[in-house]
């Protein structure tokens, strides 16, 4: 026998010591905890039971000697049910400790790890005493060392940023060349062939959908279906399982430092998709897991009139509760966590609206922002906001604060509308390829603040976009019903894959310019992994649940494939070379007093400038644009490198351009939605253009 000690009340979570594991737990309102250790992650009893008998500002803690990594354990809380209070303890349910490190496994689906009897006319008031340890997974204790070695963060600036979003599994699991135990892991997505294809294609930074530990949905499971996407979180330090290429705990962690390690070591940054606004246990008839068992009222948003019910910001069922100081400083110490010891470069959080919820609209000055601010740690990383959730006054895009970046939904829908052949779209449209001034330059904030994007995991892919009018998410078994009703691209008469020609040229040449406008746009592009390898989903643009070959990327390259993937890596390489279209600055209208132009001209087909009453004429729909080389903010020691003159043609005739006279004479023409990829660059000394129906082309001076 050992002799337990008092331990110490932080750091949370389970902390190897020199003397064995300190165990610290939060519960404002339990009445007992016991610490139960296991011999394997599926166990139906524990080998040990231990109460935490100490307890500081509620923090309950205990240290046990002779537990090392690897070491097994859950919770048990003991304490009040009485959900119409907001109180769910139930001593019968087995409980994942909120800081675990390592989760071992996938929730065991039953009506046992309810707080309720299943099936009760009353519902969840009714209690359940039916044991649940046997389907709980258990928590493991990590050592938290790791060989970096030399290899040190990119820290790419965020004018050099080109993110890739993708999803771990998904990029790889189809992927022929990559050993079979790869594929579909950490290891798949940094693995040295995919970190050739990045390096191929240009991209600095992967965006990974969430890998936090999730669960998933019991109507999923009861549908052979799966939360795939992985936004259902319940473990917010735990790397997913099934991304690892061994089913043992610990591995996951190992894995994914060893990602980042690989894909830093190649210069590639990692974002971290994270989702701090909700859980998985969902609504008041969700299962008990974790943090409704250790303490319902203080990790959950309840409703203040009838606190059995869940404020529920985000469509999910319920919203954490980031006003309690508890449940803040849970976040930041999983932020700190990844940042730390993952060795992460940033996050993207979802529905990150949620978070400003202070009290109960949204506050940007809200607690959660100003402890990211002054945070040595965080505030130094990438940061991204997906600007909206689902409640009042929700749909946040231009007012998170300095520091901060947005997935810019008004960049994606104005493009989207613009090559769709909307009237009175091309005034915003150049707002937009101007980087969103009019929404960032108010706040203090550069044009990397807007992420611009076109497509995302989140809605259809790009060929999806030109291939569909309708959303056809039947395989979701929900009647499709679910997801948005995007409409923002033009089939050309056909939905889904064709064999006419002419309707797949003109679908190349829409995804043509919709990848064009977003390199050649002022601020952060993000490109949707397989956008370049034509990826499909049939029509389905909210295949969260589809973790089959809707969502996996075929690699098996054929048709028009290479021609998108060779068209887009020759914008990222023009971005990468051309300074001028990565401004750290906005457009200042200003002349430049060596060249005697503006550093932007905006010019109509005839080379004259764009006049007010064409920016608002709703038939206008083609235009050109300067964008100089040399400018005080660009330049400060006025080094010369090219401009970039830019033409886009949304209107289904031709148009006939004039180059404007004050412009540099020799260019050349390094890409268009209408040409060959071989037959460019090739000189262009004329000043004239003709541009086809729906198309686009971009020149660039010869110095």
């Known amino acids: 026998m050992y002799e337990l000690k008092p331990g110490e009340p932080y750091p949370l979570g389970a902390t190897i010591t020199d003397e064995g594991v300190n165990f610290a737990v939060f519960s404002e309102n339990a009445d007992q905890i016991n610490l139960e250790l296991f011999k394997s992650i599926y166990d139906s009893n524990p080998y040990e039971v231990v109460e935490l008998k100490e307890k500081s500002a509620h923090v309950w803690h205990v240290l046990v000697p002779g537990l090392k990594s690897g070491s097994l354990y859950g919770y048990r809380a ?5 959900p119409e209070k907001g109180l769910r303890f139930n001593k019968n349910k087995l409980l994942i400790d909120p800081y675990a490190k390592s989760i071992g496994g996938k929730i065991n689906w039953s009506d046992a790890i309810f707080g309720y009897k299943m099936g009760d006319q009353s519902e969840d008031l009714s209690f359940s005493d039916v044991e649940d340890t046997a389907n709980i997974p258990k928590c493991a204790v990590v050592e938290d060392t790791f060989e970096w070695g030399d290899v040190q963060r990119p820290s790419t600036p965020w004018s050099e940023t080109i993110i890739y979003e993708t999803h771990v599994k ?3 699991f189809l992927k022929e060349d990559l050993p079979r135990e790869l594929r579909g892991t950490y290891l798949g997505l940094s693995s040295e062939k995919m970190i050739d294809y990045f390096h191929d294609l240009g991209i600095t930074a ?20 799966n939360n795939y996407w992985g936004y259902n979180t319940i473990g917010f330090f735990a790397p997913d399982i099934r991304f690892s290429s061994q089913d043992a705990p610990l591995r996951q962690v190992v894995e994914f430092k060893q990602m980042v390690k690989n894909l830093h070591d190649n210069g590639i940054e990692v974002i971290m998709d994270v989702v701090y606004n909700h859980t998985a246990e969902g609504n008041h008839l969700g299962p008990t897991i974790s943090f409704r068992g250790l303490d319902n009222s203080v990790y959950y948003r309840l409703d203040e009139k009838n606190p059995r019910f869940y404020s529920d910001f985000t469509g999910t069922g319920n919203s954490l509760n980031v006003r309690h100081p508890q449940v803040l400083q849970l976040i930041m110490d999983s932020l700190r966590y990844w940042v730390t010891e993952m060795h992460v470069d940033g996050f993207r959080f979802d529905l990150a609206s949620t978070l400003a919820r202070q009290f109960y609209a949204v506050d940007r000055l809200s607690a959660f922002f100003d402890v990211i601010h002054q945070d040595p740690v965080i505030s130094k990383v990438k940061l991204i906001a997906e600007p909206w959730d689902v409640g009042p006054g929700g749909y946040q895009v231009g007012n998170f604060p300095v ?3 947005e997935w810019n939904g008004k960049y994606r829908d104005s493009v989207r509308r613009f ?4 009237d009175g779209l091309t005034g915003e449209f150049a707002t937009r390829l101007s980087g969103s001034q009019d929404i960032y330059e108010n706040s203090n904030r550069k044009p990397h603040a807007s992420i611009n ?3 995302s995991h989140d809605g259809f892919t790009m060929l999806d976009l030109v291939s569909y009018l309708n959303k056809h998410n039947e395989s979701n078994h929900e009647n499709n019903s679910d997801g948005t009703n995007e409409n923002y691209s033009e089939n050309f008469g056909v939905e889904g894959e064709t064999d006419d020609a002419e309707i797949t040229r003109k679908r190349i040449k829409r995804i043509k310019n919709l990848l064009t406008t977003l390199m050649v746009s002022q601020g952060a592009p993000m490109i949707l992994g397989g956008d370049e390898i034509l990826r499909t989903q049939k029509g389905n643009n909210n295949a969260y649940c589809q973790d089959n070959e809707v969502s996996w990327y075929n690699w098996s390259y054929k048709g028009n494939v290479e021609e998108v993937r060779s068209f887009l890596k020759r914008l990222i390489s023009l971005r990468t070379t051309t300074p001028c279209l990565r401004r750290k600055e906005f457009f200042s209208g200003d002349v430049i007093a060596e060249t005697g132009t503006k550093d932007v001209h905006w010019f109509n087909s005839s080379g004259k400038a764009v006049g007010y009453s064409e920016w608002t004429d709703p038939n206008f729909r083609a235009f050109s644009v300067y964008i100089s080389g040399l400018d005080s903010e660009s330049h400060p020691d006025k080094a010369v490198s090219p401009s970039i003159l830019l033409f886009f043609n949304a209107s289904r005739n031709s148009v006939h351009f004039s180059i404007s006279e004050e412009l540099e004479d020799k260019w050349e023409m390094i890409i268009n939605s209408f040409d060959s990829l071989v037959s460019l660059p090739r000189k262009f000394n004329e000043k004239h253009l003709t541009l086809p129906p729906d198309s686009s082309a971009v020149l660039k001076s010869i110095l």
């Open 170 to 172: 998904g990029l790889t």
């Open 206 to 225: 992967v965006e990974i959908m969430p890998v936090q530990h999730r669960i998933d949905n019991k109507m999923l499971v009861d549908n052979n279906l």
């Open 419 to 422: 090559w769709r052949g909307d």
């Open 403 to 405: 520091k901060w970046a």
């Open 453 to 455: 994007y076109v497509t």
């Open 78 to 82: 003991f304490g009040a049910y009485e």
